[in-house]
C-alpha cells in the first residue's frame, strides 16, 4: 500500500503530483526445504557484487516446549512494489542476478543530481536533489525518509530473518490513479496487471536465493499457501512468506458517480485467481471508496489532495456524517492543497467539512459484503485496516454472524475500538514500525487486552510503502543501540549493517531499510523493555493460529432457512411487494419481514424439530429494534429468554448463548429504534 501513516513526522507539505502519489502508497508455494545441514544458514555463492548481512550464528529452529513456533512477524510490507505504479514510482529492486550494483541504482531521470525526482520532493521535501548512486556510496539513500527508493534488498530481508524474524506478508500493491498521474512510468496502469506481475516476481525472488542455496526449495525465502505449510518452514529455522494485495481498485471495483463498475462475477474471477496466485489476505479498499466499501480518510492536506485524486477517479468527493457511536474516521479537516485542487475541472473545488462529522457515509456495499463472504469462503483472511468503521463494523458484524476469525489490522489503520473485537473474534494485530518510544508506548497501552486473549504482537514495516519509518534518537542518547548485540534468541551476534561504502548505525541513520529490523527490536527492548519484544517474539505464533483458525472454519447450516415464521403482524402497503414472516427466513437479504408500527411486536420461528442452538443472528433494515430479547421453546407454548439487549443499534446482531434445545425461536421486539416498526432482512439460527 502506500500508507501515509497520520502519525508524529508526518509529511507537511505536498504538491501537485504529490498529491495523488502520496494519496496510496504501497503494497508463493513451493515445498518446504530439504533436510538441513552444517552451515546451511550460509549459500554456495552470492551474486558479486553483494551486500553484507552483519550477523553471526545458526537462526534458530523447531518449536518451544508448548509447541509453539518463535519469532517476530512483519504482517505489512511491500517487496515488489518497484513493479507497481508503473514501474518507475519506486526506484531499484529487490533482486538482481547482476548483483547489488544493478539492483539498487536510482531511477534514471534521477541522474545527475536528482533534479527530477518529482516524488523524492513531494515526500520528502526540499527540491528533490540527491546523490543518485546506490552503490557502492549510497550516500544519500537508503535513508529513513527517502521513501522513492528501494529499502526492501533481498539481502537486507535476510539480515531481518537471521535476526529473529519468522514471518513475512509481502503485500503486492499498487494505485492506477497515482500511475496515471506520475510524470514517469513504462507500463500500463492497470491494477490487476501489476498484482499479476509483483507475484511472479515474488516467486522469481524465490527462485532466485533458492539457487545460491544448491536448488528448489532449499532456500530461506519460502512462499507458503497454508498454515500448516508456514509452521514447517519456521520449523526449519526460514522464514514463511505470505502473499497479500493491498490496492485501490481490486477486480476493476471502483465506482463512477456511485455507480459499480464491477459484479459479483467479477469478484469471484478475481478471488479465485488472487487465490492460485497464492494470496491469503487482502484489503478490499485503500484511499478511495470503490464499488466495495468506504475508507477510512487520510488527514490535513494530504487528506485534501486525497478527496481530490477520488474526485478524479470517481467522480465524487468524500462524503460525512455524524458517526453513530464511538469510532470515527480520521478527521478530514479543511487544509489546503493548491496545486492537487490545481487539477480539478473548472468549478469544481474541495467541500468543507463540519468538525463534528467524522464518519464516512460510505459503508460496506452488497457487493461489498459478496467479497467477504466470498472472501471467508476460501479462507482468506480480511485486512480491515483502511475500511471506514461504517465498513469495518459491518465487516466485522459479519465475521462475528459466523464466528470466522480471520481478520487482520496491519499497520495502526484501524480505529482502537474494534481492538477487543478482532482478538475475540481470534483476529490478529500489528502495529505500524514508529519509533521505539512511540511504538512501546502503544503496546503497552493495548498489553491487558493481548493478556485477555493470550496473543502475541506484530509489527507493520510497510516498508516501499511511503510512510516513513523510525529516525535516530541521536549518538547522544543515554540509552543508545550498542553494536554488537545478541539477537532475542542468544543465538546469534547483529553487529552494524555494511552495503558497500555505507555502514549503518540506527542510533544514527534510523531504520533506513530493511536490515535494521534487528536493530529497532533492539531499541525496543532498551526502550520498551523485554515484555515489549516477548510479545512480539510470540507474533509468529499468534499468526499463524489466526491463519489456521480461519482455514479450519466451516459455516454452520442456518436452520432457520425456508422454515415456517409467524409473526404478530405484518406491514401492508404496497398490493405487489410481501412483508410476510417468510421473508426473513428465505436466504434472501432483499426481502424482509417488517411489522405494524408499534413496540410490542414478535417473529416467531418453526424449526421442524428439536436442535441445539447456541446462536441467533439478525439481519435488519433500517427499521431496527433497539431493545429486544430472544426467546427459545421446545412446545411454543414455555418460553424461556436465553438473550436480550436494551442497546440495539440495528445492522447485523449476534446472539451468544449457552446451548439449548430448542424447536421455536422468538424475536420478541420491546422498543423501536425509529419511529417505523421492526423489519429483518434475515434470521439465522444455529447450533455452533
Known amino acids: 500500500m502506500i500508507t501515509i501513516q497520520p502519525v508524529r513526522n508526518r509529511l507537511r507539505s505536498f504538491t501537485v503530483a504529490l498529491l495523488l502519489l502520496t494519496v496510496m502508497a504501497l503494497a508463493l508455494s513451493p515445498m518446504p526445504s530439504s533436510a538441513v545441514e552444517p552451515g546451511w544458514w550460509n549459500p554456495a555463492t552470492r551474486p558479486a557484487p553483494d551486500s553484507q548481512i552483519d550477523v553471526t550464528g545458526e537462526p534458530f529452529k523447531g518449536t518451544d516446549a508448548q509447541g509453539r513456533v518463535r519469532g517476530f512477524v512483519d504482517v505489512h510490507d511491500h517487496i515488489m512494489s518497484n513493479e507497481g505504479f508503473g514501474g518507475r514510482l519506486i526506484c531499484g529492486k529487490p533482486f538482481s542476478e547482476q548483483g547489488v550494483a544493478d539492483a539498487l541504482k536510482d531511477c534514471p531521470e534521477h541522474y545527475p543530481d536528482g533534479t527530477l525526482a518529482v516524488f523524492d520532493f513531494i515526500t520528502k521535501g526540499g527540491n528533490g536533489k540527491h546523490d543518485p ?32 524474524q519468522r514471518v513475512l506478508v509481502n503485500d503486492l500493491v499498487t494505485n492506477g490513479v497515482i500511475c496515471s498521474v506520475y510524470f514517469f512510468k513504462d507500463r500500463g496502469c492497470d491494477e490487476m496487471t501489476a498484482i499479476r506481475l509483483e507475484a511472479q516476481k515474488s516467486y522469481d525472488m524465490q527462485a532466485f536465493i533458492d539457487r545460491m542455496y544448491g536448488g528448489p526449495g532449499k532456500g530461506w525465502f519460502r512462499i507458503v499457501t497454508d498454515s500448516t505449510q508456514a509452521r514447517k518452514v519456521i520449523e526449519q529455522g526460514k522464514l514463511a512468506v505470505v502473499l497479500g494485495v493491498e490496492t485501490s481498485e481490486p477486480f476493476g471495483c471502483k465506482q463512477i458517480l456511485d455507480v459499480a463498475q464491477c459484479g ?5 474471477r478475481g478471488l479465485d485467481e488472487l487465490y492460485e496466485l497464492g494470496v491469503r489476505s487482502m484489503f478490499l479498499c485503500h484511499k478511495f471508496d470503490n464499488a466495495l466499501c468506504g475508507v477510512r480518510y487520510d488527514s490535513g492536506a494530504l487528506g485534501t489532495a486525497i478527496n481530490a485524486g477520488q474526485f478524479l477517479s470517481t467522480g465524487t468527493f468524500w462524503k460525512t456524517e455524524t458517526c453513530n457511536g464511538p469510532q470515527h474516521d480520521n478527521p478530514i479537516g479543511n487544509a489546503e492543497a493548491p496545486e492537487a485542487e490545481k487539477r480539478l475541472p473548472a468549478g469544481v473545488s474541495v467541500p468543507t467539512y463540519a468538525s463534528d462529522a467524522q464518519c464516512n457515509t460510505r459503508g460496506l456495499t452488497d457487493l461489498g459484503e459478496y467479497a467477504v463472504r466470498g472472501m471467508m469462503k476460501r479462507n482468506m483472511m480480511l485486512e480491515i485496516d483502511h475500511m471506514s468503521v461504517k465498513a469495518a463494523g459491518r465487516a466485522l458484524d459479519i465475521l462475528e454472524s459466523e464466528s470466522y476469525p480471520g481478520v487482520i489490522s496491519s499497520h495502526s489503520w484501524m480505529d482502537p475500538g474494534w481492538t477487543e473485537r478482532l ?21 503497552r497501552r493495548t498489553n491487558a487486552l493481548r493478556e485477555k486473549y493470550g496473543v502475541g504482537y506484530g509489527y507493520g514495516t510497510d516498508m516501499n510503502g511511503v510512510g516513513g519509518w523510525p529516525g535516530p534518537r541521536g549518538g547522544g542518547t543515554p540509552n543508545p543501540v550498542k553494536y554488537p548485540f545478541r539477537s532475542t534468541d542468544g543465538g546469534s551476534v547483529i ?13 544514527a541513520t534510523g531504520a533506513a531499510h530493511y536490515g535494521m529490523v534487528p536493530d529497532w527490536i533492539e531499541d525496543i527492548r532498551i526502550v520498551g523493555g523485554q515484555e515489549v519484544v516477548d510479545d512480539l517474539f510470540a507474533g509468529a505464533e499468534s499468526y499463524l493460529r489466526t491463519w489456521g483458525n480461519s482455514e479450519k472454519h466451516t459455516s454452520g447450516g442456518n436452520l432457520a432457512s425456508g422454515a415456517a415464521a409467524s409473526a404478530s403482524s405484518s406491514e401492508w402497503w404496497n398490493p405487489f411487494v410481501s412483508f410476510a414472516p417468510g421473508r426473513a427466513v428465505d436466504g434472501d437479504t432483499g426481502t424482509r419481514w417488517s411489522s405494524e408500527w408499534n413496540n410490542d ?17 439478525l439481519d435488519w433494515e433500517a427499521a431496527y429494534a433497539k431493545s429486544y430479547r430472544v426467546e427459545l421453546s421446545e412446545d411454543g407454548t414455555n418460553w424461556k429468554t436465553v438473550w436480550s439487549t436494551a442497546a440495539g443499534d440495528g445492522g447485523l446482531d449476534t446472539a451468544r448463548f449457552s446451548g439449548t434445545r430448542a424447536r421455536y425461536v422468538r424475536i420478541q421486539g420491546l422498543e423501536r429504534g425509529t419511529k417505523w416498526g421492526y423489519s429483518l432482512r434475515e434470521a439465522g439460527v444455529y447450533s455452533d
Do not use: C
Open 423 to 443: 482478538y475475540k473474534l481470534g483476529g490478529f494485530a500489528g502495529q505500524y514500525m514508529s519509533g521505539s518510544e512511540a511504538f512501546s508506548a502503544e503496546a
Open 133 to 164: 548512486n546506490g552503490w557502492p556510496t549510497f550516500k544519500d539513500w537508503p535513508a529513513h525518509d527517502s521513501m522513492t527508493h528501494q529499502q526492501n534488498y533481498y539481502a537486507w530481508i535476510e539480515r531481518a530473518w537471521r535476526g529473529g
Open 601 to 617: 411486536q414478535w417473529l416467531r420461528i418453526d424449526l421442524g424439530s428439536t436442535n441445539p442452538v447456541k446462536r441467533v443472528t
Open 264 to 268: 459479483k462475477e467479477d469478484i469471484d
Open 495 to 507: 553487529d552494524k549493517q555494511t552495503t558497500g561504502e555505507r555502514r549503518w548505525d540506527l542510533n
